[in-house]
């Protein structure tokens, strides 16, 4: 009898542990995700940053990381390549990166695509960097990708840029402004482009001037005070030129954080100055809805966006 009931015993804690087993499994392989630091030593932008990095364990800054002194990216290789790469950046207001609801479940859902990801880490003006930081850090990461293509079987001249909100801000000014000089730097990996060869901004931050001059963003990279000389040098739209990467653009008409003129004034200035660009404006969805929950039409933006790669030959149809 006390053995039937010990057996007993033993199936409901293995019942009760069977949901857990799993997931303390995969804790080490995901702890254990490949990185790819940006730079040697201490990178440019004067920071001043104390402490350990911080992750966000409840309410808006829940999986989202700040404090970053080490910048670098994170791999996701995909099982079978597809040949083309995207760097993924996190929004947040440049004041902390959305991991977990935004850059992380989109380099997953990009990795079972057969794209080869890199999710960026990058640094924070709030954190105690010079406000050009962050862009420091994505030029320098499309020059590594594109510098190793070849050890992570890479097209070269398939790779490109994703971001959401004010990670949608950093990947345009880096497909927009890919030329800029914004620090000194010799080694071999300067030699190469920066420039994506293609971009996918969701929700993104375009304009800081006036009616849009409310975002984080603004206030993280220019200030509130800032001169209208400064609002137009951070303004996307300054530099949405013919020869601009092919653009998708993804925007919900409800959005109270980036409004939909962001994404409508981003795609006009495109496609009146003879660039490829297209534009998804979503009925409903707010702000940093990441991939989408099933029931939502927002959550149909990655086919689209697939879709979309396909026409322009950046992977093959697959028949999907």
Same mark, same amino acid.
């Given at each position: 009898?006390?053995?039937?009931?010990?057996? /007993?015993?033993?199936?409901?804690?293995?019942?009760?542990?069977?949901?857990?087993?799993?997931?303390?499994?995969?804790?080490?392989?995901?702890?254990?995700?490949?990185?790819?630091?940006?730079?040697?030593?201490?990178?440019?932008?004067?920071?001043?940053?104390? /402490?350990?990095?911080?992750?966000?364990?409840?309410? %808006?800054?829940?999986?989202?990381?700040?404090?970053?002194?080490?910048?670098?990216?994170?791999?996701?290789?995909?099982?079978?390549?597809?040949?083309?790469?995207?760097?993924?950046? #996190?929004? %947040?207001?440049?004041?902390?990166?959305?991991?977990?609801?935004?850059?992380?479940?989109?380099?997953?859902?990009?990795?079972?695509?057969?794209?080869?990801?890199?999710?960026?880490?990058?640094?924070?003006?709030?954190? /105690?960097?010079?406000?050009?930081?962050?862009?420091?850090?994505?030029?320098?990461?499309?020059?590594?990708?594109?510098?190793?293509? =070849?050890?992570?079987?890479?097209?070269?001249?398939?790779?490109?840029?994703? =971001?959401?909100?004010?990670? %949608? !801000?950093?990947?345009?000014?880096?497909?927009?402004?890919?030329?800029?000089?914004?620090?000194?730097?010799?080694?071999?990996?300067?030699?190469?482009?920066?420039?994506?060869?293609?971009?996918?901004?969701?929700?993104?931050?375009?304009?800081?001037?006036?009616?849009? @001059?409310?975002?984080?963003?603004?206030?993280?990279?220019? =200030? @509130?005070?800032?001169?209208?000389?400064?609002?137009?040098?951070?303004?996307?739209?300054?530099?949405?030129?013919?020869?601009?990467?092919?653009?998708?653009?993804?925007?919900?008409? @409800?959005?109270?954080?980036?409004?939909?003129? !962001?994404?409508?004034?981003?795609?006009?200035?495109?496609?009146?100055?003879?660039?490829?660009?297209?534009?998804?404006?979503?009925?409903?969805?707010? !702000?940093?809805?990441?991939?989408?929950?099933?029931?939502?039409?927002?959550?149909?933006?990655?086919?689209?966006?697939? !879709?979309?790669?396909?026409?322009?030959?950046?992977?093959?149809?697959? #028949?999907?």
């Amino acid at each position: 009898m006390i053995a039937r009931r010990m057996l /007993g015993l033993l199936a409901a804690v293995l019942a009760v542990l069977a949901p857990v087993l799993p997931l303390a499994a995969e804790a080490p392989a995901a702890a254990a995700r490949e990185e790819i630091r940006l730079w040697p030593g201490t990178p440019p932008g004067n920071g001043k940053v104390t /402490g350990a990095e911080v992750l966000g364990d409840k309410g %808006g800054a829940y999986g989202a990381v700040s404090n970053v002194s080490t910048p670098r990216m994170r791999v996701y290789r995909p099982e079978n390549p597809n040949g083309a790469a995207v760097l993924v950046a #996190g929004g %947040g207001g440049y004041f902390r990166i959305q991991l977990w609801k935004e850059s992380t479940p989109a380099a997953e859902w990009l990795q079972a695509q057969g794209f080869t990801v890199f999710e960026l880490i990058y640094r924070l003006p709030n954190d /105690g960097w010079d406000s050009a930081a962050p862009f420091m850090d994505a030029q320098r990461a499309m020059k590594i990708i594109r510098t190793r293509a =070849g050890e992570f079987g890479i097209d070269p001249g398939k790779i490109g840029i994703m =971001g959401f909100s004010a990670g %949608g !801000h950093l990947a345009g000014f880096t497909a927009y402004q890919s030329g800029r000089a914004l620090y000194a730097g010799g080694d071999r990996y300067e030699a190469a482009s920066a420039r994506p060869d293609f971009a996918v901004l969701l929700f993104p931050v375009v304009t800081l001037r006036k009616p849009y @001059d409310t975002t984080r963003t603004r206030r993280e990279i220019i =200030g @509130d005070k800032a001169t209208t000389r400064a609002e137009n040098e951070w303004s996307l739209d300054t530099y949405a030129t013919k020869d601009a990467p092919p653009t998708i653009i993804f925007a919900s008409a @409800d959005d109270p954080t980036t409004p939909p003129g !962001h994404g409508i004034l981003l795609f006009q200035t495109l496609t009146a100055a003879g660039a490829s660009a297209e534009l998804h404006m979503f009925r409903d969805g707010g !702000h940093g809805w990441g991939l989408g929950k099933p029931e939502q039409v927002i959550s149909q933006w990655p086919g689209l966006f697939a !879709h979309w790669a396909q026409s322009l030959k950046i992977i093959e149809n697959r #028949g999907e």
